[in-house]
């Protein structure tokens, strides 16, 4: 591997060859597609999913976010390099802010490269990182002191990765794996109705759906629906990261082999689930939404891409029904506008139409983001369902 890379002149490229697998991200040397892969320890079974940081692949990388139950943030502790993923419009605010809003409750915020010539392992450089970290964290609505936790390391040298680096003697806590490892994660629940939404699908001797499963169980030979188009499948194979089983239940990051639909028939955001009590679909409904970065104001009638659990679709702000005072949740109907900053009940109608619940219902289905021209614009969750 660091052979190949070598004759690329990206010798210290050489680790992430392990998860960008395609030709295009080894050329590139950024992430594109989610990666899949897995390990294990002594206790636990680790799906671990490589989502794209480069700007330009962020609709991906809020697919890959819709999977997770821990979200490993890696920043790099270099100089300059910290400030320009932190500053305003950089990746580092945006990754944050998708994965709360993906619904993913605990973060590991990794600060990398703490060898590096301008770090050197400095205890100062790291405090500053987290310092600065920390405000905005709390702002998209992490707990830092239960929900986030922050450890140094070296992606290159592995130091406080598996084990615990002599380099470093003033961090006294875990390394990540020993972090992960003990970290208790709330199972979803098996006793619902089985949903399952279709992130990506591929055909291999019949039609496979990628996703993960966020209520109820699934067996070999389940007859299940495939919303929103109603399409009656059949459960032929089920894959946990490549080994075969009998069944699978929430949680599972899965590949299920169907029949009774053609791979062409399949889009991600399609949702897998129960015959007797289906998902909802939709194209109109009342959301909450937080205007997160707008320069300028937001009227109805306007449009932007709504990314909702793995569904992608492009949606209008048909009308704006109240704002709502942050301080005293107080409801001023009828505003004329909305801008940065503001929380605000708003009518959303898609151009076609999507499997969603209400937040309050089931809220790996009920929150979303709203994305323009490469930019997150706005955060919401869906309070009622019209059409």
């Given at each position: 591997?660091?052979?190949?890379?070598?004759?690329?002149?990206?010798?210290?490229?050489?680790?992430?060859?392990?998860?960008?697998?395609?030709?295009?991200?080894?050329?590139?040397?950024?992430?594109?597609?989610?990666?899949?892969?897995?390990?294990?320890?002594?206790?636990?079974?680790f799906t671990m999913?490589?989502?794209?940081?480069?700007?330009?692949?962020?609709?991906?990388?809020?697919?890959?976010?819709?999977?997770?139950?821990?979200?490993?943030?890696?920043?790099?502790?270099?100089?300059?390099?910290?400030?320009?993923?932190?500053?305003?419009?950089?990746?580092?605010?945006?990754?944050?802010?998708?994965?709360?809003?993906?619904?993913?409750?605990?973060?590991?915020?990794?600060?990398?490269?703490?060898?590096?010539?301008?770090?050197?392992?400095?205890?100062?450089?790291?405090?500053?990182?987290?310092?600065?970290?920390?405000?905005?964290?709390?702002?998209?609505?992490?707990?830092?002191?239960?929900?986030?936790?922050?450890?140094?390391?070296?992606?290159?040298?592995?130091?406080?990765?598996?084990?615990?680096?002599?380099?470093?003697?003033?961090?006294?806590?875990?390394?990540?794996?020993?972090?992960?490892?003990?970290?208790?994660?709330?199972?979803?629940?098996?006793?619902?109705?089985?949903?399952?939404?279709?992130?990506?699908?591929?055909?291999?001797?019949?039609?496979?759906?990628?996703?993960?499963?966020?209520?109820?169980?699934?067996?070999?030979?389940?007859?299940?629906?495939?919303?929103?188009n109603k399409t009656?499948?059949?459960?032929?194979?089920?894959?946990?990261?490549?080994?075969?089983?009998?069944?699978?239940?929430?949680?599972?990051?899965?590949?299920?082999?169907?029949?009774?639909?053609?791979?062409?028939?399949?889009?991600?955001?399609?949702?897998?689930?129960?015959?007797?009590?289906?998902?909802?679909?939709?194209?109109?409904?009342?959301?909450?939404?937080?205007?997160?970065?707008?320069?300028?104001?937001?009227?109805?009638?306007?449009?932007?891409?709504?990314?909702?659990?793995?569904?992608?679709?492009?949606?209008?702000?048909?009308?704006?029904?109240?704002?709502?005072?942050?301080?005293?949740?107080?409801?001023?109907?009828g505003p004329r506008?909305?801008?940065?900053?503001?929380?605000?009940?708003?009518?959303?109608?898609?151009?076609?139409?999507?499997?969603?619940?209400?937040?309050?219902?089931?809220?790996?289905?009920?929150?979303?983001?709203?994305?323009?021209?490469?930019?997150?614009?706005?955060?919401?969750?869906?309070?009622?369902?019209?059409?």
């Amino acid at each position: 591997m660091k052979g190949k890379q070598e004759k690329k002149n990206r010798e210290s490229w050489y680790l992430s060859w392990a998860l960008d697998t395609n030709q295009e991200e080894r050329d590139k040397g950024k992430t594109v597609e989610v990666g899949r892969a897995y390990f294990e320890t002594d206790s636990k079974h680790f799906t671990m999913l490589d989502a794209p940081g480069h700007r330009s692949f962020v609709p991906n990388m809020i697919g890959g976010a819709a999977q997770a139950d821990l979200a490993v943030l890696v920043i790099s502790a270099r100089k300059g390099e910290f400030e320009t993923g932190f500053e305003r419009g950089g990746q580092t605010r945006e990754h944050a802010m998708l994965v709360k809003t993906a619904g993913v409750k605990h973060l590991v915020v990794l600060i990398n490269k703490m060898d590096d010539p301008t770090v050197k392992w400095s205890e100062e450089r790291f405090t500053e990182c987290q310092s600065k970290l920390v405000p905005f964290l709390k702002k998209v609505g992490f707990n830092p002191k239960k929900d986030v936790f922050f450890i140094p390391v070296s992606g290159m040298t592995g130091a406080n990765l598996k084990d615990i680096s002599t380099e470093c003697p003033w961090y006294t806590g875990p390394s990540f794996i020993q972090y992960i490892d003990a970290l208790s994660i709330s199972r979803l629940p098996t006793d619902g109705p089985f949903i399952m939404p279709v992130v990506d699908k591929y055909k291999d001797m019949g039609t496979i759906l990628l996703g993960k499963i966020e209520s109820g169980e699934v067996g070999k030979g389940s007859s299940l629906l495939l919303m929103p188009n109603k399409t009656p499948v059949e459960v032929l194979t089920i894959l946990v990261d490549d080994d075969e089983r009998n069944s699978a239940s929430a949680g599972d990051n899965v590949k299920v082999k169907v029949r009774g639909v053609e791979e062409d028939d399949v889009s991600s955001g399609f949702v897998l689930c129960d015959t007797i009590n289906p998902c909802h679909t939709g194209r109109e409904f009342t959301a909450q939404i937080v205007i997160i970065e707008y320069k300028s104001i937001i009227c109805a009638g306007y449009n932007a891409v709504l990314h909702i659990h793995s569904a992608v679709e492009e949606a209008q702000l048909s009308s704006l029904i109240a704002l709502v005072d942050k301080k005293t949740g107080n409801k001023t109907k009828g505003p004329r506008f909305i801008k940065q900053d503001q929380v605000a009940i708003a009518r959303i109608t898609t151009a076609g139409t999507i499997c969603l619940e209400t937040f309050k219902d089931f809220p790996q289905m009920g929150r979303f983001t709203l994305r323009d021209e490469g930019k997150t614009i706005a955060i919401g969750k869906v309070l009622k369902l019209l059409n």
